[in-house]
Structures are given as structure tokens and as C-alpha cells.
């Protein structure tokens, strides 16, 4: 039903809500107040103290528009009174008040008074005499059919916040509204799972959100909202799931390549951790089947992913089949091609590299190698999901940082089997992900997880470092340097910007090279550099040749230098914690260790807390938990991007037991209970994630 079926929204006002996220009636039921107060205590015009919230109950004796000289506003002022005397009282910007304001009207105002007069932030008009209206508290729903309760009700109020040029008080109006209209929708939830959680009523729990009849009420109805959008976020995972698995037909079954698998697994000059070992056991059986497999592989920074993806991309060729490796940049693909060409010398197996700085020459003889079968595992970044990319038995993907693709993307991945069959899914991420987001964006996803580190890996210690101590951490970083090691200097800029303040890389390397590093070779990556300078500057680095590479994130995946002890990070609080975690894990890759500076620009309790829990620890899961609750689902790792959910009534971590309870829920519903609770997500797209479904 669109917003404009309700009285006071014409086409103006229906645009402007449109832009504020609210086209229809359901969508404005969703958009429940964030938070509630009560009602201030009540005062006579004669007791006001200057500067204190309170609420006055008053007859209007005239009122008038005043032009401000400038015109930047616009003012309303009115001469009130009750039994003690007579006050001005005035209204900004709310010129339409002037005609409502009608002399010997009673109205309760909301305000604090001020220099020039009762500065009035709510209002309303009430019935009768002013002593009347003072009467009128606990006024309920049930008693005021014809308007929404009102400002001097005794009830817990709902602030109704402002959206786009749209004020709290007509959003209230029409709230009410809609609750009204609410009385007939249908219940989505089966009448067990109410009773069994001691949950509300679809229409009670919208009418107790927007105009709660008490505190518990509220709570109780915004818990109910809250359950119903992550069990239809839950709901909708589950469903992706399936089409995945029955939609594009079978999978190849990968079991005849345990041979080439198992010998390249013998050769390896260092042994496998136990995590490792039990990866590869359960995602070879899965790929044994000819159901599609979907699973994430998520591990720490250094425990040997990429080495658990290559045995299972081994089975892949082994059975005659091809495997696929996606990384989400030129770096990150580059240096996959390089390990795997390292890994796999000897075997046999032809590895190609297709990014979109591939000549067109090269793309050409590559795709025909690609499409003849020639070609056994083919990396790269987007360019691999181009319609002219063609294999000839695609039987496995491997996603790397598959939390920077989209859905859709991954689905195209998968598109790339032969006519009729589907792909094996391996998704890999070096971020690790909080149980909430494992739960909501990656619930359609079996879950590996690789806590081991290998082997002769010494930690690195991690420092805040202030201003005041920034020379003494340039000395340490020399000390490594003058032992032979490298470091990392990774900027928040590629170059200097007068909109953003912050160091950038093109000129910290400069001013470094002329002064902390005089003598030393120092080299520059970032991402706007071209892929060859971009080759050359890794090389370099990789190498040895150059000492200290000044960098942004473009290497917070991808390079690994085991030689590189020392990481400073300028402007550290612009990042999150799980990307400072990334960064970090460029260095210590070696016997030495490692010592990460965080240098950070701002002086406040939130970045000093962050910094904080980073210095205190190198788990990264607790730190992926840490960001979470300190940035919100929506910005960690920058995936709001990429098909994370958006809950309008839900907030994770805060509702990571309900989420559990939906999640066990669902397993119990049946087809017709299931059927109308998705028909309610196709009608409300109560997340994001419902857009998503490939």
C-alpha cells in the first residue's frame, strides 16, 4: 500500500519520504522509533526557570509571523497564558503554525524558556479549558480512535525521529495511521513460535513500538520486530542455499584426484597443521559428492589457506576437471599466481593468470587453452567473470577475500560450469568473521576455520605509539633495517589532499627518504599506481633491493616478504580493527617476529580503546568481535557493499541470541508456515540480503 493512501500525504510529501527510505505503509510501520522518554513535568508560565525542559498548559490570546532580517528563519511567535500571567512563546521554522495558532485556543507546549520568550520544541492543542487539559493523562490507544495519543499522556513517549525534510510530528501522525490500518494484516509467524518465545502479535507489536502503553510493552514489541526480520533474514539464506544446491544441476564429483592431490601433499618440504589436515578432510569429502559444495574457509592471517585450497584444486584437475582462483585485486591475483606456480613446479599442472591487464594477445591464446582444457587452474581477479571467459570442465571456484564480492558475483563465478552442472564453492577469508555475520551474510556457508599457525611463526608485538615517541620508533625501525630486515610504512592516502587531512604515501615516502631513512633504498606501492610500477615496486621489495616500502593498504593482502620485521601505520584510527589486523599480518611471516607502530591521529576515548584492544591482542576473532560492537555489522571490512544485511528494527551484536533462536526456529517450520513467512519478505524486503538471492 503506498504512504500517499494516507490523509495529509500528497505527492510532495510522498516524494520526500520516498527519499527518507519510506514509500509504503509497511515500510513506515518498520521504521520504528529508536528511542523512548517520558513526558516532562508540567509548570505554570509564572514557575519557569530559564533553561529547563518542562511542559505548559496554556490559552493562545494572538500569534503572528516575524520576518528575521536575514531570512535564514523564520519565526512564530504567540502571547500565551494560564492562571499565573502571560509569556511569549516562539516557534522556528514552522511557519504553518501561524494559522493553527487561533486566538482563545488551549494547547500544551513543550519548551524551554530562554532570552526572548518560551522557545517551544512540541506542541499540541487539547480540549476545553486549560485546567481540562491538565486532566488528560493515561489516555490510551483504545480511548483516542480518531488520533494518535498524545504529547500530554503519561505513557512512555516514542521519539519519532526526523527523515529528510519531513518533521517528527508528521512522521507521528502518520505512524498512527498506519497502525490503525495495521489491524488487518496477517499474522506471518506460526501461533507455536508466539507462544513459544513470548512474543506479540504482528499488529500489537507495531501499535506498542510506535505509541508504547509502557516501557515493557515497548521492549516486548521491539524484541517480536526484531525476531521477525532476522528469522525472514534466515529465512531467505537458507533458500540461496538451496537453489545453489538443486538449481544448476550436479557437481562433478572430484574423487579421482586423490592420487595427484595426495602425492603433491607428500612433497611438501614443511608439515601441515592439524587445522589444516582436518580441512582438507572435510572438504574433500564434500567435493567427492555430486551435491555442490559451499563452504568458507576463514583462518588467521599465515595459517596456510591457500595451501588447503590447492590440494582441493589438485582433486579438481586430477579428475579431469578445472579449477578457478578469484582474488579481488591485480596484487592479490598476482602474487596467487606466483605461489601457486612455486607450489605446484614439478606437478605437471599448467596454472594461467588473466587480470585486466592481460594484452590482448596473451587473452586471446589463453582462452582458447582455457576452453580447450589445457590450462588446469586459472586465477585472476573480476576479468575471470567476463562472458568470453570459458573453461571447458569447471569443477571448482575458489573465492579469495570473498567478504569484497558481491552475491551476484560469486553466482557468475559459478555460472561458468558446463551446461546443466554446477561448481564447487570454496570461499576463502583471511578477515576473520564475527559469529553474528557468519550467521546473517554467510549462513547459506559451511564454516572451516584455521586457528593453527605454522610452525616456527614468532608473534609481533604491537605498540600505540604517540607523537612524543615517534623518533624513538623510527630508531627501532633502523635498528632492523641496519640487521638487515625490511619494513613497511603504510599510509591512509595515496597523495595529499586539502579536503582530508592525514599523511599520504607519495609524499611520507619523500620526506622519509630525505630524513627518519636517509641511506636506505625506499620504495612506493599504492593503488593507483600502474600494474607494471606496481610489479617492479613488489619485486623490489621481495627482493631485498629496496628497504622500506611506503605503502597504503594495497598490501594488506597478498604480499608476503618474511623478511619484513617492522610495520608503522600512520593515522591507525582511520582503519578498522580487523583491517589493521591484516596489515599487521604482513610481517613476523618469517623466523624474526615482528614489532607493528601504530601511530594514531586522533586523541580520543573511542580511538584510544580500539588501538588498545589491538596492542592487547593477535586474536583475530576477538578483534573481528571488537570491531563489530564498535562500528556496527555495516562497516567491518567495508562490507556494506557487498550484500550484508540492512535490519531496520535488528542490531547485531546486541541481538545475537535472537538471532540463534530464529535460526533454530526455522529448522522447525514446515512448507506452509514457510510459505507465508516468505511471502512477508517479498512483500516487506525486511533485509537487504533478500535482494541478493542469485
Known amino acids: 500500500m503506498a504512504l500517499t493512501t494516507l490523509a495529509g500525504v500528497g505527492p510532495k510529501l510522498g516524494a520526500q519520504a520516498s527519499e527518507a527510505g519510506v514509500e509504503t505503509v509497511g515500510d513506515l510501520l518498520w521504521r520504528v522509533p529508536r528511542a523512548y522518554g517520558q513526558r516532562p513535568g508540567t509548570s505554570l508560565l509564572g514557575d519557569l526557570e530559564p533553561g529547563e525542559a518542562t511542559g505548559v498548559e496554556v490559552r493562545i490570546i494572538r500569534s503572528r509571523k516575524v520576518r528575521t532580517r536575514r531570512r535564514k528563519f523564520s519565526l512564530v511567535e504567540a502571547r500565551v497564558a494560564d492562571d499565573s500571567g ?27 524558556l530562554e532570552k526572548g520568550g518560551f522557545v517551544v520544541s512540541a506542541a499540541e492543542p487539547t480540549q476545553g479549558p486549560v485546567a481540562e487539559a491538565g486532566s488528560g493523562a493515561g489516555i490510551r490507544w483504545q480511548a483516542r480512535e480518531s488520533q494518535a495519543p498524545g504529547l500530554a499522556d503519561d505513557s512512555p513517549r516514542a521519539a519519532h525521529s526526523a527523515g529528510g525534510e519531513i518533521g517528527p510530528g508528521r512522521w507521528r501522525s502518520w505512524a498512527f495511521q498506519a497502525c490503525r490500518l495495521a489491524a488487518g494484516l496477517p499474522e506471518p509467524l506460526p501461533a507455536r513460535l508466539l507462544r513459544g518465545r513470548r512474543l506479540p502479535g504482528l499488529t500489537a507489536s507495531f501499535r506498542e513500538a510506535h505509541f508504547p502503553s509502557g516501557e515493557e510493552r515497548a521492549a516486548e514489541a521491539l524484541r517480536r520486530l526484531a525476531y521477525q526480520e532476522l528469522l525472514e533474514n534466515q529465512a531467505v539464506i537458507r533458500d540461496r542455499r538451496l537453489r545453489h544446491r538443486r538449481g544448476a544441476g550436479p557437481a562433478p564429483a572430484l574423487d579421482q584426484g586423490a592420487g595427484l592431490a595426495a602425492a603433491w601433499r607428500r612433497g611438501l618440504p614443511f608439515e601441515m597443521t592439524g587445522d589444516q589436515a582436518k580441512a582438507i578432510e572435510r572438504i574433500g569429502a564434500e567435493i567427492a559428492s555430486t551435491e555442490p559444495m559451499g563452504r568458507l574457509l576463514m583462518g588467521e592471517v599465515g595459517s596456510g589457506k591457500t595451501v588447503v585450497a590447492v590440494h582441493a584444486m589438485l582433486a579438481a584437475v586430477g579428475s579431469g576437471a578445472q579449477a578457478a582462483m578469484m582474488a579481488p585485486t591485480e596484487v592479490l591475483a ?26 590482448a594477445a596473451e587473452r586471446k591464446d589463453l582462452l582458447c587453452r582455457l576452453a580447450s582444457g589445457e590450462v588446469g587452474i586459472l586465477v585472476g581477479t573480476h576479468a575471470l567473470l567476463e562472458e568470453p571467459v570459458r573453461f571447458q570442465r569447471l ?43 557468519a550467521l546473517t551474510a554467510y549462513g547459506d556457508l559451511n564454516v572451516t576455520t584455521l586457528k593453527e599457525l605454522p610452525a616456527g611463526r614468532s608473534p609481533v608485538v604491537t605498540e600505540v605509539v604517540s607523537d612524543a615517541g615517534r623518533a624513538a620508533a623510527f630508531e627501532r625501525l633502523t635498528a632492523e633495517l641496519d640487521h638487515g630486515r625490511q619494513a613497511f610504512v603504510v599510509c591512509p592516502l595515496v597523495e595529499e589532499s586539502p579536503l582530508v587531512e592525514g599523511r599520504s604515501a607519495a609524499a611520507e615516502a619523500e620526506r622519509l627518504a630525505a630524513n627518519e631513512l636517509a641511506g636506505y633504498e625506499v620504495g612506493l606501492l599504492h593503488g593507483q599506481m600502474k600494474p607494471a610500477q606496481k610489479e617492479i615496486a613488489m619485486a623490489a621489495f621481495a627482493d631485498g633491493r629496496t628497504d622500506v616500502l611506503v605503502a597504503t593498504t594495497v598490501i594488506e ?104 533462536a530464529a535460526r533454530q526456529d526455522l529448522s522447525t517450520m514446515d512448507d506452509p508456515e514457510l510459505e507465508i513467512l516468505g511471502a512477508s519478505v517479498r512483500v516487506d524486503r525486511a533485509s537487504g540480503e533478500a535482494e541478493e538471492v542469485p
Open 86 to 112: 502571560a509569556r511569549k512563546a516562539i516557534w522556528f521554522n514552522q511557519p504553518w503554525m501561524a494559522d493553527k495558532l487561533t486566538a482563545e485556543s488551549h494547547w500544551y507546549l513543550e519548551g524551554r
Open 334 to 359: 598476482t602474487q596467487h599466481f606466483a605461489t601457486l606456480t612455486g607450489l605446484l613446479e614439478g606437478s605437471g599442472v599448467e596454472v594461467a593468470l588473466l587480470t585486466g591487464s592481460t594484452s
Open 395 to 437: 569443477g571448482l571456484a575458489v573465492v579469495d577475500e570473498e567478504h569484497r564480492f558481491g552475491v551476484r558475483q560469486r553466482a557468475a563465478l559459478d555460472g561458468k560450469a558446463p551446461a546443466g552442472q554446477a561448481t564447487h564453492l570454496l570461499h576463502m577469508s583471511a578477515t576473520p568473521i564475527p559469529r553474528t555475520l
Open 557 to 660: 593482502v597478498g604480499i608476503d616478504v618474511p623478511n619484513a620485521t617492522v610495520m608503522v601505520i600512520e593515522g591507525a584510527d582511520r582503519f578498522g580493527l580487523s583491517q589493521l589486523h591484516q596489515l599487521r599480518g604482513r610481517i613476523g611471516r618469517g623466523a624474526h617476529g615482528g614489532t607493528c607502530f601504530l601511530f594514531s591521529e586522533s586523541s580520543g576515548a573511542r580511538a584510544a580503546r580500539r588501538l588498545g584492544a589491538m596492542a592487547s591482542t593477535s586474536d583475530g576473532f576477538r578483534l573481528a568481535e571488537l570491531d563489530l560492537e564498535m562500528r556496527g555489522e555495516g562497516e567491518v571490512a567495508g562490507t556494506r557493499q557487498h550484500g550484508l544485511p540492512r535490519f531496520r528494527v535488528a542490531s547485531l551484536p546486541r541481538d545475537i541470541e535472537l538471532l540463534e
